[in-house]
């Protein structure tokens, strides 16, 4: 019987984690899942330029890193195209995340963002602590 898979938006927070070091985010990006749960990650266009801007404008990267890290994401996550505009969150840059959700038919935002945790769940869709993955997926 296969492991039924969870659908999940992680935040440009996460991706930016993931793009400074390897580690704990970066492992998300590469693994499938565990003996209970596998998982697939959802993005959307809106959330990639997002993730080059901060790249090159916050933290530097040059265009060729930004292409690399995106084309990556690219190979592992599924790209959709919200057709709904969501108003719900304090931040308006963070309602691209649960847009991507709802149209992706999320289980899971897993999201470093204070404004979208404090929701803690919007549709039925779960708002966590990218931390709260391991208890799911743990690293051996």
Known sequence: ?????????PDTGFYIAAALKDGFA???????????FSYELFTSEAILLEL????????????????????????VAIVVHPKQKITIVRDPDDN???ECAVEAGAHIVAA???????????????????????YWFPRS
């Open 1 to 9: 019987m296969q492991n039924p898979k969870l659908r999940i938006v």
């Open 26 to 36: 970066r492992s998300y990006l590469v693994g499938k899942g565990s003996k209970l």
């Open 52 to 75: 080059q801007t901060k790249l090159e404008d916050k933290f530097g990267f040059d265009r060729e890193e930004v292409v690399k890290a995106i084309q990556d994401i690219r190979r």
């Open 96 to 98: 691209k995340i649960l």
């Open 112 to 134: 470093f963002d204070k404004d979208l945790l404090d929701l803690k769940e919007y549709e039925q869709i779960k708002i966590v602590h990218p931390s709260m993955l391991s």
